[in-house]
């Protein structure tokens, strides 16, 4: 029964200490408030926190959808005891809306399904938001576009999203007419956990649905007024598809705030980067800012239109809101940065020398 949930040799390995306490493993399926489903070697069952794991939660964080826990063997029909949380080897992260505060919504996932749908809530600043924290969790990111139905000329919105995902791949599909349902479900591996995230509206539990040949999931139309939906699914639930694939459904999420995303930040806007470097080396200052400076060649490309002004400032925009939050969490984290800035500038300078050293 575990080995369909994705349980592993490595897995086993890391349970050892447990399993001497004679507890048992098992998979987090489902995740509401007060307990939990969870699937363990001889089925389904319900799973709460024992009372140390629910004190030492506190500041270690709870179980999430995708979880391996180590429990207490079932007793009749009465709920487990979560003892223990597994390693995570991956965990999608984002900022809490109001607290602030980091917020765990899927883990040990290997792909990530980043949902937009091709109506007029489509946003690429929304997607690079996800792209970022998607490279950050440690699974590997792919866009999917739904309801490719209702568009009628989707090609130049698809091309921008391509323009925006850089790379990484993006699956244009449709549960109506099952346009690109095969080829999203060719990507889904027996034993791999694919999340579904996105706003709500876009399909997500739909797609769940679609790929897997029958009704699992309630759904519900988006709003006409926006484009934008309602929330159906208001608890993240794995599902376990006919291909012995693994997929995790969440609620849809009005916004998503990055948590220490620099190294996703990075791979997201990779190609941004590389231009930037290449024009810099033509500035007119060796450290300009790429401000106000006479001789800009960063400003002038962006005035002709031969750098993308929109995704210049979007990454400006994320990567000043990764520096207020390690400000906010950390004091020294402002001095850090400046250090950070300092040897960037230093080595783009560096290179840029060597550049015309070699001419």
């Known amino acids: 029964m575990l080995d369909t949930y994705?349980?592993?040799?490595?897995?086993?390995?890391?349970?050892h200490d447990h399993a001497a306490r004679g507890l048992i493993p098992g998979r987090v399926t489902v995740q509401q408030r007060g307990h939990y489903g969870l699937a363990i070697e001889t089925g389904d069952?319900?799973?709460?926190?024992?009372?140390?794991?629910?004190?030492?939660?506190?500041?270690?964080?709870?179980?999430?959808?995708?979880?391996?826990?180590?429990?207490?063997?079932p007793v009749d029909e009465g709920p487990v005891m979560i003892q223990a949380l597994l390693p995570r080897s991956t965990s999608f992260i984002r900022r809490e809306a109001n607290g602030g505060r980091a917020q765990v919504v899927a883990a040990n996932i290997d792909l990530a399904l980043l949902v937009a749908s091709l109506n007029a809530d489509l946003n690429p600043r929304r997607i690079e938001r996800y792209l970022a924290t998607a490279w950050e969790s440690g699974a590997r990111p792919v866009v999917v576009l739904t309801k490719a139905d209702t568009c009628q000329d989707a090609g130049p919105l698809i091309e921008e999203i391509r323009t925006v995902a850089h790379g990484v791949e993006v699956h244009v599909v449709s549960a109506v007419t099952g346009q690109g349902i095969a080829a999203l479900a060719a990507l889904l591996k027996p034993g791999e956990t694919a999340v579904l995230l996105g706003s709500s509206g876009v399909g997500k539990s739909t797609l769940v649905n679609a790929l897997a040949g029958r009704e699992l999931m309630v759904t519900q139309e988006i709003r006409e007024d926006?484009?934008?939906?309602?929330?159906?699914?208001?608890?993240?639930?794995?599902?376990?598809?006919?291909?012995?694939?693994?997929?995790?459904?969440?609620?849809?999420m009005r916004e998503l705030g990055l948590w220490n995303a620099d190294a996703g930040l990075a791979a997201t806007f990779g190609d941004l980067e590389t231009e930037v470097e290449a024009l810099a080396a033509h500035c007119k200052f060796r450290d300009c800012g790429h401000g106000a400076e006479p001789g800009c060649a960063v400003r002038?490309?962006?005035?002709?239109?031969?750098?993308?002004?929109?995704?210049?400032?979007?990454?400006?925009?994320?990567?000043?809101?990764?520096?207020?939050?390690?400000?906010?969490?950390?004091?020294?984290?402002?001095?850090?940065?400046?250090?950070?800035?300092?040897?960037?500038?230093?080595?783009?300078?560096?290179?840029?020398?060597?550049?015309?050293?070699?001419?």
């Open 300 to 359: 002038a490309a962006l005035e002709s239109g031969e750098l993308d002004a929109e995704r210049w400032e979007a990454y400006g925009k994320l990567q000043r809101e990764l520096a207020h939050l390690d400000r906010k969490e950390n004091p020294a984290a402002a001095s850090q940065a400046r250090k950070v800035w300092i040897q960037r500038e230093k080595s783009m300078r560096q290179r840029a020398k060597h550049r015309e050293t070699d001419e």
């Open 45 to 73: 069952v319900v799973g709460e926190l024992s009372g140390r794991f629910h004190f030492e939660a506190e500041a270690t964080g709870y179980p999430v959808a995708g979880d391996w826990v180590a429990v207490t063997p």
């Open 6 to 15: 994705g349980w592993s040799d490595a897995l086993q390995r890391l349970f």
């Open 226 to 252: 926006d484009a934008r939906g309602r929330h159906t699914t208001t608890h993240r639930e794995l599902v376990l598809l006919p291909s012995g694939a693994l997929v995790l459904d969440t609620p849809g």
